[in-house]
C-alpha cells in the first residue's frame, strides 16, 4: 500500500540554522510530491510541488526540496531558518495507480524554532 | 491564494443537533475534500466529491453525510453531533485527485 512517512514528530532548530525536514513515500513508480506549511490556527499552504524533471524543486519562503528516487525521499530544507517558520510542516504525495488516482498526506513534523 | 471560503469559521453546538458546514470555491475546480483535523491524528479525509452530486467516502465517514449541487459548493453535514465530532474541518480542492490541494483556513467545531 502507499504510504507517506515523515520520521521527526518534532524538531528544534535555532534561529539561522539550517533545516531539513524529511519525507519518505512507499510507491512503485514516481508520484507527484508536495510540501505544505501549517500556521497556527490556518489552512495548509502549498510550499512547493514536483511533478517531473528537475530534482531540486524550489519553493515559497525560501524553502527547496529534493526528490531522490533511490532513497524514496522528498526532503525539505531551508539553509537559514526564521522565528515565522514555527509551523506544521506536510509532505503529501499524489499517485497514479491500477485503482485510480490518490493522495497522502504524512502526519506532520511541527517545527520550533528558539532566538 | 486559492478562492475558499469555509463557513462558519467557529461554531458551538450542543449533542445530537445536527450542524452543516459549507465550502464554496470560485475555482471551479473538480475535486473537492473535507477533512478533520485533530492533535495526533493528523488529517483524515471524510469525504470527498468528483462532481457535482458524485461522492465517496474518506477514511472517518461515519456520522458525516456530503452534498454537492453546484460545482462550487460542497456542504458536510453533521446528522446529530457527537463530542467526539469536535474537530477542526478543512476544505479541500483539486483538478486531479492525484495533483496539489488547495485549503480553505477550516472550522473550528465544538460540540459540547
Known amino acids: 500500500a502507499q504510504s507517506v512517512t515523515q520520521p521527526d514528530i518534532h524538531i528544534t532548530v535555532s534561529e539561522g540554522a539550517s533545516l531539513e525536514l524529511r519525507c519518505n513515500y512507499s510507491y512503485g513508480a514516481t508520484p507527484y510530491l508536495f510540501w505544505y506549511v501549517q500556521s497556527p490556527g490556518q489552512g495548509l499552504q502549498l510550499l512547493l510541488k514536483y511533478f517531473s524533471g528537475d530534482t531540486l524543486v524550489q519553493g515559497i519562503k525560501g524553502f527547496e526540496a529534493e526528490f531522490k528516487r533511490s532513497q524514496s525521499s522528498f526532503n525539505l530544507r531551508k539553509p537559514s531558518v526564521h522565528w515565522s517558520d514555527a509551523a506544521e510542516y506536510f509532505c503529501?504525495?499524489?499517485?497514479?495507480?491500477?485503482?485510480?488516482?490518490?493522495?497522502?498526506f504524512g502526519t506532520g513534523t511541527s517545527l520550533t524554532v528558539i532566538p | 491564494d486559492a478562492g475558499i471560503t469555509q463557513s462558519p469559521r467557529h461554531k458551538v453546538t450542543e449533542t445530537g443537533t445536527p450542524v452543516t458546514l459549507r465550502c464554496h470555491q470560485t475555482e471551479n475546480h473538480r475535486y473537492m475534500y473535507w477533512y478533520r483535523q485533530d492533535p495526533g491524528h493528523g488529517l483524515r479525509l471524510i469525504h470527498y466529491s468528483y462532481g457535482v452530486k458524485d461522492t465517496d467516502k474518506g477514511e472517518v465517514s461515519d456520522g458525516y453525510s456530503v452534498s454537492r449541487s453546484k460545482t462550487e459548493d460542497f456542504l458536510l453535514t453533521l446528522e446529530s453531533a457527537t463530542s467526539s465530532q469536535t474537530s477542526v474541518y478543512f476544505c479541500?480542492?483539486?483538478?486531479?485527485?492525484?495533483?496539489?490541494?488547495?485549503f480553505g483556513p477550516g472550522t473550528r467545531l465544538t460540540v459540547t
Open positions: 479541500a480542492i483539486s483538478i486531479q485527485v492525484s495533483y496539489e490541494q488547495y
Open positions: 503529501a504525495v499524489g499517485a497514479k495507480g491500477n485503482t485510480g488516482n490518490q493522495f497522502y
